[in-house]
């Protein structure tokens, strides 16, 4: 029921579909980066592009139970069409990398994925409620398998998120993943808990198997 380093899962969406890597599709920056997109219903299947392995940050052990805890420094790899390993990446917008995502409205930057691992490769586990309270209790929990949690990048503090934006690939109309935090704007006031959950494009479940069909 929790996850550990090392284990292989889908990224599942609550929108619907999962987190996928395609490296046909090369990115537009200064670095060598490919697109991630999540897949519509129907292409929420166990593939390769769709599989995901949690790995140690660079120069760290996983602890000696192997859990994967809520809080701790991890990367999420995928192998490309070219049998390389890419990670999972977002950077912060400049004007020199130019990661920003293609859908308008709110300001995001571009999430892709890449064959080195970096600072802009680490990710964490967050519970949904941004409350002081709810973070502080969680922290250094199992993650567990199977259930909506945020994953927040490490370097610019942003939350892995997807929307409606289509994206155009060898796949059909897939769905744009990008860098976004999407919370409410609630006025402080003292003695009072205002922080809202996180939006529904920010929740993410570590897929372990196939959901069991339905009874007749």
């Not at 920056?29 to 897949?39: F, G, I, M, N």
């Not at 892709?112 to 490769?121: G, L, M, R, V, W």
Request: hydrophobic residues 40%; neutral net charge; aromatic residues 6%.
């Amino acid at each position: 029921g929790a996850i550990h380093f090392g284990d292989t899962v889908m990224l599942s969406s609550a929108m619907g579909g999962v987190l996928a890597l395609d490296t046909i599709a090369r990115m537009e920056l200064p670095q060598e980066a490919y697109s991630v997109t999540r897949t519509r219903e129907a292409g929420a299947v166990a593939c390769t592009r769709t599989a995901w392995t949690i790995t140690p940050a660079k120069n760290a052990a996983p602890p000696a139970d192997g859990l994967l805890r809520i809080g701790m420094k991890f990367n999420l790899t995928c192998v490309g069409g070219d049998g390389n390993r890419q990670f999972l990446q977002s950077q912060r917008y400049t004007l020199h990398n130019q990661n920003f995502a293609t859908s308008v409205g709110m300001r995001k930057q571009g999430c892709c994925a890449a064959p080195a691992e970096s600072i802009d490769t680490l990710w964490e586990v967050v519970v949904l409620d941004p409350s002081d309270l709810a973070q502080m209790e969680s922290m250094g929990q199992p993650v567990p398998a199977n259930t909506f949690v945020s994953l927040k990048h490490v370097n610019t503090q942003v939350s892995l998120y997807s929307c409606d934006h289509k994206v155009i690939n060898k796949y059909g109309n897939e769905l744009e993943v990008s860098g976004h935090t999407e919370s409410g704007l609630a006025k402080s006031v003292w003695g009072t808990r205002s922080a809202q959950m996180l939006g529904v494009g920010n929740h993410w479940a570590f897929t372990t198997a196939e959901a069991e069909k339905a009874p007749a």
